[in-house]
């Protein structure tokens, strides 16, 4: 059997250890989170409104349905990475949103990640107190 060609375009997007594979559609403005309403995986408004960064700078709120599988991470980081593979697959959709997108930042991966602990250290940076005597 053939694979049925649909509208649906596919990006991903990266954001600390989480990875999101974001897929959108024209539609009415659903959005799922791993099987789930954005509201109940993402409570927090102010969540919610980083997510949409890249729809509401290119007025696509409400205009396109969202699917999204997120793995690894935080609630932080997987919304991080939920944003840029949203931005990225707005770009594939139309190719004029990259200027727009690119100069809002929304297409650069925030590269920043959790430093490892190292020997000898409690933690990354921190220091065992130094005692002279």
Do not use: W
Not at 15 to 30: E, P, T
Not at 89 to 106: I, T
Request: hydrophobic share 35%; aromatic share 6%.
């Amino acid at each position: 059997m053939a694979a049925t060609k649909t509208a649906e375009i596919c990006a991903t997007g990266r954001r600390k250890c989480a990875v999101a594979r974001v897929r959108i559609q024209s539609g009415n403005g659903k959005v799922k989170v791993n099987g789930k309403a954005l509201g109940e995986y993402f409570p927090t408004e102010s969540i919610s409104s980083f997510i949409f960064q890249p729809l509401t700078i290119t007025d696509n709120m409400g205009k396109i349905d969202i699917s999204a599988n997120i793995q690894g991470g935080g609630s932080a980081g997987q919304a991080g990475a939920f944003r840029h593979g949203l931005a990225r697959a707005l770009v594939k959709m139309d190719e004029s949103l990259r200027s727009v997108l690119k100069n809002s930042g929304l297409l650069t991966r925030d590269s920043r990640v959790k430093e490892r602990k190292k020997p000898g250290q409690p933690g990354a940076r921190k220091r065992f107190q130094f005692s002279k005597r």
